[in-house]
Nanobody
């Protein structure tokens, strides 16, 4: 399995930007379908964005389309989530995850490696 560590979270005002990083070790991120999920207090973990193993196809939840972008740097073995035009409803703990098969990128149960998360808080 690949080990994942998220960073880059913090407190930002509405309309601001953050870039989350997910550093991988043990195996290359290019071997996996990679996803970002988030979980707000009292809510279930939800899909945010995913990147296909080929590094070209991307998927995003309707709530973040046009504002968030997922990418990876193979040389740094790192996944990123660029978040722009942040809204208070984006406040959550953000997790990156790896799925070796890509059968359903929207389903948390399909991912077998998870990071511990990074907190993103957006003030109004």
């Amino acid at each position: 399995q690949v080990q994942l560590v998220e960073s880059g979270g913090g407190l930002v005002q509405a309309g601001g930007s953050l870039r989350l990083s997910c550093a991988a070790s043990g195996r290359s991120v290019s071997n996996y379908y990679m996803g970002w999920f988030r979980q707000a207090p009292g809510k279930e973990r939800e899909f945010v964005a995913a990147l296909a193993r080929n590094g070209r196809l991307t998927y995003a939840a309707d709530s973040v389309k046009g504002r968030f972008a997922i990418s990876r740097d193979n040389a740094k073995n790192t996944l990123y989530l660029q978040m722009n035009s942040l809204k208070p409803e984006d406040t959550a703990v953000y997790y990156c995850a790896a799925d070796p098969y890509g059968s359903n990128l929207y389903d948390t149960k399909k991912y077998d490696s998870w990071g511990r998360g990074t907190q993103v808080s957006v003030s109004s």
